[in-house]
């Protein structure tokens, strides 16, 4: 219960003596139930929820949290979302602003496009590692200890953590980081809602649509002769990788550390072992569109 209601806290006790209009929030009061929807920046009837609060309300912008705080997402004044790679994005651009150059840490399913973004655009890089936010974090603390200079580590999940506030995992000091630039803009005479942070990402090319397949392993099928789902997974992986080889139309990434990811097609497919599960997680993305 003490972590719904450090929700309650952050539109009471930060943003409203700051200033902010939050008479349109719902769903403050802690319930360990969950009656209105799932609390997952994800889930569809969670961002549908904050998007119709966003447009009923006439708000600047709409965040939204998970129970723990440490996964958060937003919406803009329009109604358009940011999370997953376009959370990345725009947490790209403005940690690229005031760290010219530095390295964005991500998970291994993130699109082609926010590679493109990141490098092309905003003059960063890029360095996609493997799933889970830990593995994200740590990763970023690495390199920065080999030399390579890195500000942010995030996952499409919504999880983040910056340099800057020690690598902690917090949805709400990212939210904060959003907050700040729009504040910025409106004390500079800015209007138009929450204009300057989607013009922040205008260019980011996204997909038409992205799936994620969970392939189970039957542990008991005669394939598997008697071995681990593990070593069946790892075979499967080899095997893919050999036939990806013999395509020309098909392309390895040079560079990856989490299962085999391929392009060609017309899109990229990233096809992985579950570190626990007898499953094997299949991403396919199509070719990438502009952001509409």
């Known amino acids: 219960m003490l972590e719904m209601e450090l929700v309650v806290f952050f539109a009471g006790k930060v943003l409203e003596p700051l200033g902010v209009v939050t008479s349109g929030s719902q769903f403050l009061e802690p319930d360990g139930l969950f009656p209105n929807h799932i609390p997952n920046p994800e889930d569809k009837a969670a961002m549908k929820a904050i998007t119709q609060a966003v447009l009923d309300n006439k708000a600047d912008l709409g965040i939204i949290f998970d129970t723990d705080v440490d996964r958060s997402a937003a919406v803009d004044s329009t109604g358009r979302e940011f999370n997953r790679n376009r959370l990345i994005a725009l947490m790209s651009a403005i940690v690229l602003e005031e760290h010219p150059g530095t390295t964005i840490v991500?998970?291994?399913?993130t699109s082609d496009g926010l590679t493109t973004f990141i490098e092309k655009k905003l003059g960063?890089?890029?360095?996609?590692?493997?799933?889970?936010?830990?593995?994200?974090?740590d990763e970023a603390i690495r390199l920065n200890s080999v030399g390579e200079e890195s500000h942010l580590a995030i996952e499409t999940s919504g999880h983040g953590a910056l340099k800057e506030n020690h690598w902690l995992d917090d949805g709400?000091?990212?939210?904060?980081?959003?907050?700040?630039?729009?504040?910025?803009?409106?004390?500079?005479?800015?209007?138009?809602?929450?204009?300057?942070?989607?013009?922040?990402?205008?260019?980011?090319?996204?997909?038409?649509?992205?799936?994620?397949?969970?392939?189970?392993?039957?542990?008991?099928?005669?394939?598997?002769?008697?071995?681990?789902?593990?070593?069946?997974?790892?075979?499967?992986?080899?095997?893919?990788?050999?036939?990806?080889?013999?395509?020309?139309?098909?392309?390895?990434?040079?560079?990856?550390?989490?299962?085999?990811?391929?392009?060609?097609?017309?899109?990229?497919?990233?096809?992985?072992?579950?570190?626990?599960?007898?499953?094997?997680?299949?991403?396919?993305?199509?070719?990438?569109?502009?952001?509409?």
Not at 106 to 109: A, F, I, M, N, Q
Request: net charge positive; charged share 25%; no cysteine.
């Open 106 to 109: 991500t998970d291994s399913v």
């Open 172 to 292: 709400a000091y990212l939210m904060v980081k959003l907050l700040n630039k729009l504040a910025s803009a409106r004390a500079s005479g800015q209007t138009g809602g929450s204009k300057v942070l989607t013009d922040l990402v205008d260019e980011l090319q996204e997909p038409g649509v992205a799936v994620e397949l969970r392939l189970k392993i039957d542990q008991n099928h005669s394939d598997l002769k008697g071995g681990s789902f593990r070593e069946y997974g790892e075979a499967v992986l080899k095997h893919l990788e050999n036939k990806s080889e013999s395509d020309p139309k098909l392309q390895k990434a040079p560079v990856n550390y989490e299962g085999i990811r391929v392009s060609g097609y017309g899109g990229w497919f990233l096809l992985r072992l579950s570190l626990h599960d007898p499953v094997l997680p299949l991403n396919i993305e199509p070719q990438v569109m502009r952001m509409q």
């Open 124 to 137: 960063g890089k890029h360095h996609r590692f493997k799933r889970g936010y830990k593995n994200v974090i």
